[in-house]
């Protein structure tokens, strides 16, 4: 394993996918070469079709690549298990969808410890960061709520304080401001930053809102499935 | 654990209208079980009662030539003795001896062909319920010994009435010859069955031994249990233990073989019953399981995204399942008793239909068990669990990815 790769969260060596829609076959990703290093704060962007949750899917054991290497912490994805996949997941990454992301029957409290609590977390110990993640979210006085009962940008940030409450390495979002209007979309992505900063908590995310895109200090811009252009700010 | 339990728990509520349905359908399946099973063992209560109770008495014994050939010659061997040894059997609580016999019944009007049935009637009347039966006249009630009651339709076909005289004629046991007696009609019974009704004229036992030439013998010992299952279990020792000297015992199953065979039948096609209510009940439950299952897929991806093992998608729709199972078991268990119930109050009445040999006498009332509450909610319980396997392996094999692709 070369140095670069003990340093990054994800390596990714050729990567590709294909897959029948339809029967027609759909070249989603053509060859993505990329590296992200540990406290990044990076936007993966581009129009609709140009392969950004498929990129996101591969890149966190979701799904498979056609070919290529993933390296996620310096492991290959493909000599894992779907077991092991599982575990990892659970373990490094964070997730935050666009929508319908928390599980509608728990609590928020329940949402946000669901994770610890397949880890085998103690109860005490996941509470206490619980209650700590939530407060630092402002949701504090929203525990016992279930998310029927919270606006869009509130489920959001329970999303958020699922994914960061485990630590994770990395914490992918997939579109997460899709569905709000821009206030709460730049709240969030704000708040995404913030925790950044704060914890060197590495996010990359996936978008093609351009309020949010300004706030990344990374832009990959994907084009028919291909790397176009890679910015740091 | 806990959160998956509450988890599926809570799923399970979260369609209740859905869950409602599905519980009812499930839950009527147990019930119609729990009724079903109810109602066969009242129909063969009432089925063995008829056919027992009428006339035949749980067992009974003949000499085995007389099994065989029906010969009047052929009487029970060792009588008195063997009437001793039943009467001190704390197994046995009535034994009546009986003289049978093939002959002519004949008023002045006309004549039939009928068994003669010699009894003695201050046992008979604990083993067959002539007695219970009787629409005219009383039982026995003469002090001449002259007494015959008839059935309903033997009556009629001779045209008699309480108090008119008849005339038997049989030929002796070992000699052949006709032998006559006059008798007097003191009883009319009906017991809603051709066989006893038409066929059949009962006599005190001295007077048929008389017409057939047969001092103190008999032909048949009928024999009535103090359980009433003994009947049927005719591997007992008991009827070894009785069946010596030339004499043999049946229980009423080898006596009446159609109505052991149609009380299998009735078994059978309970279990018929209960293998169909089980398929439209599983149908229903992987119906339900598939429904949630995708209308939740994009809430799986995520799951399955987040870290939850196959396995552990698995265990909470077997869950899901489980939280079906019991409402719907509870409200099975509590729609079953109460149907039975009510149905147990009023019963079906079937009395004088024939079936098997046997005639329905009384309605039938279903039988509640305890057993029934418990045997058939366990199974529909883990037949439930069996069914959920299919989709619980289907959630276990979803890929997070294409989970929650499908549902955008």
């Known amino acids: ?233 | 654990m806990w959160l998956q339990v509450k988890l599926a728990w809570r799923n399970v509520l979260r369609n209740t209208r859905r869950t409602i349905i599905a519980a009812i359908a499930i839950g009527v399946g147990l019930a119609s079980m729990i009724f079903v099973d109810a109602l066969t063992i009242g129909m063969e209560h009432n089925m063995i009662h008829s056919a027992t109770a009428s006339y035949m008495g749980h067992a009974q014994v003949h000499n085995k030539q007389f099994t065989d050939t029906r010969e009047a010659a052929s009487t029970i061997n060792g009588l008195d003795t063997l009437l001793q040894q039943l009467r001190n059997d704390s197994l046995v609580k009535y034994a009546s001896p009986r003289i049978l016999g093939q002959g002519m019944i004949s008023s002045p009007a006309n004549m039939s062909a009928v068994q003669m049935i010699g009894v003695d009637p201050t046992v008979e009347r604990y083993v067959s319920h002539i007695d219970d039966a009787l629409v005219e006249g009383g039982y026995f009630a003469d002090t001449a010994g002259r007494a015959v009651i008839i059935g309903s339709k033997l009556a009629e076909r001779l045209e008699v009435e309480l108090g008119d005289r008849v005339v038997m004629t049989m030929a002796e046991a070992t000699s052949g010859n006709l032998s006559q007696q006059m008798l007097r009609v003191r009883g009319i019974y009906h017991f809603n069955s051709t066989e006893l009704d038409q066929g059949m004229a009962f006599v005190r036992i001295d007077r048929a031994r008389q017409l057939l030439a047969l001092p103190d013998q008999a032909h048949e010992i009928a024999l009535v249990f103090n359980k009433e299952g003994l009947g049927r279990k005719t591997k007992h020792p008991f009827y070894d233990r009785y069946s010596y000297d030339g004499n043999l015992v049946e229980g009423w199953s080898e006596i009446l073989p159609q109505l052991e065979a149609a009380l299998q039948m009735s078994q059978f096609s309970t279990y018929i019953v209960g293998l169909v209510l089980f398929a439209v009940v599983s149908l229903g439950i992987i119906n339900t399981l598939f429904m949630s299952l995708h209308e939740r897929m994009f809430e799986f991806g995520v799951m399955r995204a987040v870290g939850t093992q196959p396995i552990g998608m698995a265990r909470l729709i077997l869950l899901e399942a489980a939280a079906l199972a019991l409402i719907s078991v509870l409200l099975g268990v509590i729609l079953g008793w109460l149907v039975t119930s009510i149905v147990a109050q009023h019963g079906i009445d079937y009395s004088g239909i024939e079936f098997a040999g046997a005639t329905f006498r009384e309605p039938l009332y279903p039988v509640l068990q305890t057993d029934q509450f418990i045997r058939f909610p366990v199974m529909v319980f883990l037949f439930t669990l069996i069914v959920a396997v299919y989709p619980a392996w289907s959630a276990a094999k979803l890929n997070p990815a294409d989970a929650m692709r499908k549902s955008m």
Request: net charge neutral; proline share 3%; no cysteine.
């Open chain 1, 1 to 233: 394993m070369t140095e670069s790769q003990q340093g990054a969260v994800i390596k990714t060596q050729g990567v590709t996918k294909e897959y029948a829609d339809n029967g027609v076959p759909v070249k989603a990703v053509r060859g993505i070469d990329l590296t992200i290093d540990r406290g990044e704060f990076t936007a993966i962007v581009g129009p609709s079709g140009s392969g950004k949750t498929t990129f996101l899917n591969i890149i966190s054991g979701l799904d498979n690549p056609s070919g290529g290497k993933v390296y996620l912490a310096g492991r290959d994805l493909s000599q894992m298990s779907g077991s092991e996949l599982s575990n990892y997941r659970r373990d490094h990454i964070g997730f935050i969808f666009q929508a319908y992301n928390l599980i509608p029957v728990l609590t928020v409290q329940e949402n946000v410890e669901y994770i610890m609590l397949l880890q085998g977390i103690e109860r005490d110990e996941r509470r206490e960061r619980v209650q700590q993640v939530l407060e630092q979210l402002g949701l504090g006085k929203m525990i016992s709520r279930r998310p029927p009962q919270l606006s869009g940008g509130q489920q959001q940030r329970v999303a958020v304080a699922r994914a960061i409450v485990s630590r994770p390495d990395l914490v992918l979002a997939d579109e997460p401001t899709a569905n709000l209007d821009s206030e709460t979309a730049e709240d969030l992505i704000g708040l995404m930053r913030q925790l950044n900063e704060q914890d060197g908590t590495t996010f990359v995310f996936s978008t093609h809102d351009d309020r949010v895109i300004r706030h990344a200090r990374r832009t990959v811009v994907l084009k028919d499935g291909k790397i176009k252009s890679d910015e740091i700010r």
